[in-house]
């Protein structure tokens, strides 16, 4: 199995990327919109083939960015039928017993509802690995105030349909607010103040009734949006810039392709990053660029212009991967590292200046 585990610090949502090893097809679980550009180029950058985004529940904390990656993908939205009528946007409408399949693998729909009545929590075939969302989490549970919930549903749930998985099943769930990353159903059966050890269903529900949590900031604004599964209102998917094709690397660089570029260069500044020497070499250099080795960039951002987008450029997009992140430091807005740098400019047979002999 493939298998990333990704946070989003602003909501502490935790966001699963599952994939099949032999046929690259995969499932990511529980993304977060703001995260969009990172979870993308994750997949990119893997070489998978996204199947599905799947919502363990209806969050009230953050934005899901399943429409946005059904948009980029054309995967599939799986969240719980038991939304109803409201739910728009979704075409994997899942319930209790579904499998969810990606390649020579599946995730196993179990439905654990009390906190929300639409939570889901997803099982691979294997029985190794359960999604708990935020009905069990590490040492403690969904909160069961708002939305349908119902501590002594939750109650059922967690002891039905989770603490009867093995033992060493890895429990991976929607949130953490201390830094915890993983936890096991063994682990949680014993040692949950909430839930293990010899609590019962009175134990469970006196705990859950008396939190007294103040309601997520973002309510008011995720539950309409995650009801369309992320769709902005106004239906238009964000751009990450609106002069050129730029994409956003797992890294989180900007970047942008050399071919883009060649066909653009009356209208974009390109500075090359490498040291003088360099422009010996074989590679050549890009007509009209301008030299600024990256040991002085930082020294010498008064000496570029702003008209222009800023194309970065170095021996293999290395570098000028780093000049960008000092030009964007120094107030540049619209920059960009040219992937594959001269060598890849090369191999294109992108024309080039050589010094004369």
Same mark, same amino acid.
């Given at each position: ?66 429409? %946005? ?24 409408? %899942? ?106 269903? +009175? ?7 008396? %939190? ?34 730029? +994409? ?25 990053? +490498? ?21 002085? %960039? ?60």
């Amino acid at each position: 199995m493939i298998f990333r585990q990704l946070f989003d610090v602003t909501s502490s949502t935790y966001t699963y990327l599952l994939a099949c090893p032999a046929t690259r097809q995969a499932v990511i679980i529980d993304t977060v919109f703001e995260q969009h550009l990172r979870d993308r180029a994750l997949i990119e950058e893997l070489g998978l083939k996204l199947v599905a985004a799947l919502d363990t529940h209806c969050h009230a904390d953050h934005v899901t960015g399943a429409w %946005l990656m059904q948009q980029a993908t054309g995967c599939q939205i799986g969240i719980s039928r038991r939304y109803g009528e409201a739910l728009q946007g979704a075409d994997l409408l %899942l319930d209790h017993g579904g499998r969810i399949a990606f390649g020579r693998r599946h995730l196993e729909v179990r439905a654990t509802p009390g906190h929300t009545d639409g939570c889901i929590t997803y099982v691979t075939d294997d029985q190794r690995m359960a999604f708990t969302g935020d009905c069990l989490l590490i040492r403690g549970a969904g909160r069961c105030d708002f939305q349908q919930g119902h501590a002594g549903t939750l109650y059922h749930s967690i002891t039905e349909q989770i603490f009867t998985l093995p033992n060493d099943c890895v429990v991976w769930p929607g949130h953490d607010y201390s830094g915890r990353t993983m936890s096991s159903v063994g682990e949680e059966r014993v040692h949950n103040p909430r839930i293990g050890g010899q609590a019962d269903e +009175r134990d469970f529900v006196g705990f859950m009734e008396n %939190l007294h949590l103040p309601h997520p900031k973002q309510l008011a604004v995720a539950l309409p949006a995650n009801l369309r599964s992320g769709r902005p209102q106004d239906g238009l998917v964000p751009k990450l810039a609106d002069w050129g094709p730029v +994409r956003q690397t797992y890294a989180g660089l900007i970047e942008i392709d050399p071919e883009w570029v060649s066909e653009h260069l009356d209208e974009v500044l390109v500075l090359d990053v +490498r040291q003088p020497e360099e422009m010996d070499e074989r590679l050549g250099r890009i007509e009209g660029a301008r030299m600024l080795p990256l040991s002085e %960039l930082k020294g010498r951002l008064a000496e570029i212009p702003q008209d222009k987008p800023v194309i970065t450029v170095c021996h293999a997009g290395m570098r000028s991967g780093q000049a960008t992140v000092i030009l964007r430091q120094g107030g540049f807005q619209r920059v960009a590292n040219m992937r594959g740098g001269m060598l890849m400019w090369q191999q294109l047979g992108q024309a080039v200046e050589r010094p004369a002999v």
